[in-house]
Nanobody, 125 residues
Framework: QVTLVESGGGLVQAGDSLSLSCAAS????????MAWFRQTPGQERVFVAG????????NYADSVRGQVLISRDNAKNTLYLRIHSLKPEDTAVYFC??????????????????WGQGTQVTVSS
């Protein structure tokens, strides 16, 4: 069983960049397709980006393409999300998610069977 813990969130200024991390415990991290979602109060979780088991293939939501970069280091059991040019509308709780089936392109949260607790990102204008 793998558990996920996000970190790196905080309060930043518009235009700043931020790096989020998702540390996975367990020995099977490389067997999971991984993704980042974000959620604002009262809204559904929204897909941001996904990455294949090997890290060789990535997928981005159209709304963030060019603004974010997803990566993973299987040797360190860690998933990353780098966000550039942050805007107030990027304010959300960011979650990492894993799929034991290797899914990383699905934008539906129910396609992922493993979730972290989330990390808050707040962007001030």
């Amino acid at each position: 069983q793998v558990t996920l813990v996000e970190s790196g969130g905080g309060l930043v200024q518009a235009g700043d960049s931020l790096s989020l991390s998702c540390a996975a415990s367990g020995h099977t991290f490389s067997g999971y397709g991984m993704a980042w979602f974000r959620q604002t109060p009262g809204q559904e979780r929204v897909f941001v980006a996904g990455i294949s088991r090997s890290g060789g293939t990535t997928n981005y939501a159209d709304s963030v393409r060019g603004q974010v970069l997803i990566s993973r280091d299987n040797a360190k059991n860690t998933l990353y999300l780098r966000i550039h040019s942050l805007k107030p509308e990027d304010t959300a709780v960011y979650f990492c998610a894993g799929s034991s089936d290797g899914i990383f392109y699905a934008q539906r949260p129910d396609m992922y069977d493993l979730w972290g607790q989330g990390t808050q990102v707040t962007v001030s204008s």
